[in-house]
């Protein structure tokens, strides 16, 4: 049966094909979807894990058992999961165990732009790389053959266009292998130093050898002879964009399995090409290693480091044809930068925060609400990674103590599920610490940035069954703040977000305040509000634009200040804010 499916979904559909009956990841743009569809499978268990550390370890503790399993993450991810994916890598892997990373070239919604081929190297794992949605789909089945096979992790490496890309596939029927039995045995899964010094040779000798052997016969690479006066050794999405521009006018070496790299092949296809390119996104990683056993080649000397490949990018480069505009325009699109929704219950704590910016420093976090740092708001400072702004405010915090320098308050803005990802060690560390440092929770009930996940705070799992509330005001007493300095407020309460930043500012000691109020998007919420508008009095309006400061995209100003109705929820913060009286709320 033939089917349209993203990268993404074929990835789910391999693994439940490949018998996977145990699943755990952490929403990540461009691998949420991967949980997301694997969810939907019958006789599996999926979960959203608190963070990808977590769900890496679920992976492994189901592999170690003998069942097999998958964790997915986007590629900062790994950096969370890299403990435990760096101890299991010594492992003997019982179940097959595969870890899949999106990563991200061109940072569409990422803080860097890492190559994790990498952490197959450091881990001395095998690493896979599809090109397309069927080889998702094929290479998946595959990396959990693999796994049991050489007793190792495999590391699926996929990026952004393979993630979203659509094209067709076949797809067949599922057959799940007998959990194997579990046999206590500390050399295999107990990697204290003694095991570990053992195992290491094995890895090296028995692990890396077989894979080697194996990397050079695998059907995931492959030699394709055209015209051999150019030789294009690619993987990944370029071989896409590389096969386009170039058709039979080159030779392709495609490498699926990257790690180890196929080095026979290598040695017998530069010995047959004129020109050798090496046309891979983001770092030189097959590049470096090409050119280390001797061989003449053309790659990040010519093609980027920075950014997304495509094919008018490879076009340029190896044929001289700059890109053409197909069409003209009278009329130029404005620029449209990202901002925080309409109704947005994050922007009347902004509004009130941004009070503070000339005596204040801002450690923001990992979410939408870092969109807090935009005009007009201005209301964030720094961010650093998933669950760093807790940690950075403390920081900053010590370091104005020893300066004795009493000109800036640290706030630390974090939202729900980030605070549960890795938050609550920070606000830990906190108290411990003594940290007079004000810790601002955004709750709405739901990872909004990447699209709506389930969280310990929402009372769903992935499938939608009900789960346990974790309730973070009572998990904040438990990390050693006290009752009195805690306080929740509604954000769409202007005053009562005043007030409370007030007492978070004067604090002396470690101080909380949890915002509560469900993300405007959220489907109950949007039909709860349908009818909920705030609309301007124009005979009122004096032209202040006071209420523009808020940032909400519904407000336009024409001279005076109008309301899309269409766009406006009713939230209120403009009502708050109009000095003159001038906006009121209607359809309550």
Not at 30 to 36: D, G
Not at 117 to 143: I, N, W
Not at 336 to 350: E, I, N, S, T
Not at 449 to 478: F, R, W
């Amino acid at each position: 049966m033939k089917i349209l499916m993203t990268g993404n979904e074929a990835i789910a559909r391999g693994a439940y094909e490949a018998g996977v009956t145990v699943a755990s990841a952490y929403p990540g743009t461009p691998s949420t979807e991967i949980m997301e569809n694997f969810s939907q499978y019958e006789g599996v268990h999926s979960e959203w894990a608190v963070n990808e550390k977590v769900a890496c370890e679920v992976a492994a503790g189901a592999s170690i058992r003998g069942a097999r399993a998958f964790a997915a993450m986007k590629h900062v991810g790994l950096n969370v999961a890299a403990d435990g994916f760096m101890s299991y890598a010594y492992h003997v892997t019982n179940g097959g165990y595969v870890l899949i990373t999106a990563d991200e070239p061109n940072m569409h919604s990422s803080q860097n732009e890492q190559d994790n081929r990498y952490f197959a190297l450091f881990g001395k794992t095998a690493l896979v790389e599809p090109t397309d949605s069927q080889e998702c789909l094929d290479f998946m089945k595959e990396a959990f053959e693999i796994s049991e096979k050489y007793e190792t992790p495999v590391l699926f490496r996929v990026t952004t266009r393979t993630c979203h890309s659509k094209s067709i596939v076949t797809i067949g029927e599922r057959v799940v292998p007998p959990i194997k039995n579990y046999v206590k045995d500390p050399r295999k899964n107990l990697m204290v130093p003694a095991n570990s010094r053992a195992r290491h040779p094995e890895i090296e000798n028995i692990r890396l050898a077989g894979l080697q052997e194996y990397s050079n016969n695998c059907f995931m690479n492959k030699i394709e002879y055209n015209d051999t006066s150019i030789g294009i050794i690619t993987t990944g999405i370029a071989y896409q964009y590389a096969k386009e521009v170039m058709g039979d006018k080159a030779s392709y070496l495609k490498i699926g399995f990257v790690n180890p790299l196929p080095d026979k092949m290598i040695r017998e296809f530069a010995s047959k090409v004129d020109k050798l390119y090496i046309i891979e996104e983001n770092d030189p990683f097959i590049e470096s290693q090409v050119r280390a056993m001797g061989i003449e080649c053309i790659g990040k000397d010519v093609f980027p480091i920075c950014g997304e490949y495509s094919p008018e990018l490879l076009r340029e480069i190896l044929l001289g044809v700059k890109p053409e505009c197909s069409y003209e325009t009278e009329m130029q699109a404005p620029a449209r930068p990202p901002v925080l929704c309409a109704g947005c219950p994050h922007r009347g704590l902004f509004f009130e925060l941004g009070k503070y910016k000339n005596k204040a420093y801002f450690s923001g976090d990992i979410g939408c609400y870092t969109l807090g740092a935009m005009n007009p708001l201005n209301a964030l400072d720094s961010t650093i990674c998933m669950g760093g702004s807790i940690t950075g405010a403390h920081g900053f915090e010590k370091a104005n103590e020893i300066a004795n320098d009493k000109s800036m308050k640290s706030f630390a803005l974090i939202g729900d599920s980030t605070f549960f990802h890795s938050g609550v060690t920070g606000l830990i560390n906190t108290t411990y610490n003594n940290s007079a440092i004000t810790t601002l929770i955004l709750d709405n009930s739901i990872t909004g940035m990447t699209g709506h996940q389930e969280n310990p705070g929402t009372g769903k799992t992935v499938s939608g069954q009900a789960a346990p509330v974790v309730d973070i005001e009572a998990l904040c007493y438990a990390c050693g703040i006290k009752k009195e300095n805690l306080i929740i407020v509604d954000p769409y309460d202007i005053k009562a977000t005043r007030d409370a930043l007030k007492k978070g500012y004067d604090a002396t000691e470690p101080f909380v305040i949890i915002t509560k109020r469900e993300c405007a998007l959220l489907k109950p919420i949007i039909k709860k509000r349908a009818n909920m508008k705030s609309k301007v009095d124009p005979d009122k309006c004096r032209s202040c634009k006071a209420c523009l400061r808020c940032g909400c995209p519904a407000l336009m100003f024409e001279g005076k200040t109008r309301i899309d109705s269409d766009a406006c929820n009713g939230c209120g913060v403009c009502v708050q804010i109009c000095p003159f009286g001038a906006i009121e709320k209607v359809g309550e």
